[in-house]
């Protein structure tokens, strides 16, 4: 994947997640993570190669079908994209009034999704006056509101204390429970050991690690 | 359960579009003062060819009043002599093409004038009546154009006539005027709202500047073109709808402040003529067009806009 200045933020990474796995993707910052996890929403396109998603080859994917692909793919970023003109709940409910889900059915989903993140009483507050661990489980709850297959996350513990974060990773541990696929970028290695889980691991954006982190593992110096 | 579904969906389609109807148009009731000088812009625009043609729809209709048996009216030299008027007369009275002969004096002219002008005391205090002489002459029934030319000629050559006036030709050089005027007023008209579509353009362009963050992070959570595009593309429609609108009630005022004045002055020409305005189907011409032309601005503008914005 190469940038229109020419910089390549990512080669030869070849890598395929299966169905209701939970992978993390670290390295330092500039390895490519959230290039990659563009990739894969097609916020950018690949400039060389394939990136499939369910078996669909997103580089031929035309560009009207890209809105269907992202209603398919939650995704919760690295800053938040919370709209601070509405509520919490008008928030969460976005997706759902893109995909046209009658009020009524989108009501009961919008308060299922803010109840699973524990801000159900907040909902018609201006997520400008949450804390910032609150606003990121505002865009969780917007990430799996129409229950995604697949859901991404850039950084979600960025800037929140350990237990915090701790908290949103147990959030991310339960969707997998329940079957959905997770890729979470992150450099916070203490709490991706503790979770297990299969590491992709980035430098420089080639894939220099595949596996569950073992003991002092090697791949990140952020 | 899938009938239900796509019932569900349809029902969300039609509210997203009165829910992006009503939102716009709080957003400009919002900033009313901003939002009023745009629509003063555009009915102010609107309102100019829209008046044009209404004034070109007057002449029109009294053009078509005096659109009867074209008439020649002979101006004589005002110092021939009484047997030379009369010789003149019999002669054209034998003559196949000629139909009909009045003579009027110039007393009865000038008491004619008198009456009709109401000026008659100032006219009275004139020490010599300056009216010529003057024959009016119906031409045969269905004379051929050219004939009526050549009728014309010969009469223009004689020497005891000062000048030959056509009606007829009046009326075709007032009509050419008209279609001259419609064109002028086509042209006004189109480039008056090439500019309404570049001042829309423009204040959507600036919305969706303002909006930036929102359209991005729709497009994000899988937004479709035409979500993001509706709520600008009724931005555009209100600003269409209210400036014909506003248009509409200029054209009326203007009409009503001039339908006194015209009236009187049709009646010192015993003429029971009166202004006719836009009319319904006029009326509602203007304002169909004002929101066509503000969405056709907004469209232009979203889509040279929008697709820039991609996250
Ligand atoms: N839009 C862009 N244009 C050009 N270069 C970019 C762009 N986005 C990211 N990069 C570069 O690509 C590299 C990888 O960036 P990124 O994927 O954001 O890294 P990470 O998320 O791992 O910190 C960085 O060196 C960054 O400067
Ligand atoms: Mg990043």
Known sequence: MRYAGGYEALSRVSFEVGAGEMVFLTGHSGAGKSTLLKLIMLMERATQGQVLVNGQNLNRLPASQIPLLRRRIGVVFQNHQLLFDRSVYDNVALPLVIEGYHPREAARRVRAALDKVGLLTKEKQNPIVLSGGEQQRVGIARAVVNKPRLLLADEPTGNLDPALSSEIMTLFRQFNDVGVSVMIASHDIDLIRRLKRRVLGLSKGELVHDGELQGAANTENA | ??????????????????????????????????????????????????????????????????????????????????????????????????????????????????????????????????????????????????????????????????????????????????????????????????????????????????????????????????????????????????????ALVMVLVLLFSLSGAVASLASSYQSDYSLQGLGFSGSLLLVLTGTLVGWLGAWLAVGRHLGAIEP
């Open chain 2, 1 to 246: 359960m899938h009938r239900n579904q796509l019932r569900d969906r349809w029902q969300s389609y039609l509210d997203h579009h009165r829910f992006s109807a009503r939102d716009s148009l709080k957003r400009l009731l919002s900033t009313p003062l901003q939002s009023l000088m745009t629509w003063l812009v555009i009915a102010v625009a609107l309102a100019l060819p829209a008046t044009l043609f209404t004034s070109l729809d007057n002449l029109k209709v009294i053009g078509q009043r005096w659109d009867g048996a074209p008439q020649i009216t002979l101006f004589l030299n005002q110092r021939a002599r009484p047997q030379a008027v009369e010789a003149l007369q019999q002669k054209l009275r034998l003559r196949q093409d000629v139909a009909a002969l009045e003579y009027v004096s110039p007393e009865q002219a000038l008491r004619q004038f008198e009456m009709e002008s109401g000026m008659g005391s100032a006219l009275s205090g004139l020490d010599n009546n300056p009216l010529p002489p003057t024959l009016l002459l119906t031409p045969a029934a269905g004379i051929s154009a050219a004939d009526l030319g050549l009728l014309g000629e010969q009469l223009a050559q004689l020497k005891i006539v000062d000048e030959v006036l056509f009606d007829r030709a009046w009326i075709e050089r007032l009509q050419g005027i008209l279609t001259l005027g419609e064109r002028i007023a086509l042209v006004v008209g189109a480039l008056l709202a090439l500019g309404v579509v570049l001042v829309i353009g423009n204040t959507i362009r600036l919305a969706i500047e303002n909006r930036r963050d929102e359209i991005t992070i729709i497009k994000l959570v899988g937004g479709s073109d035409a979500f993001v595009r509706r709520p600008f593309l009724y931005t555009g429609l209100w600003y269409g709808l209210g400036g014909g609108l506003l």
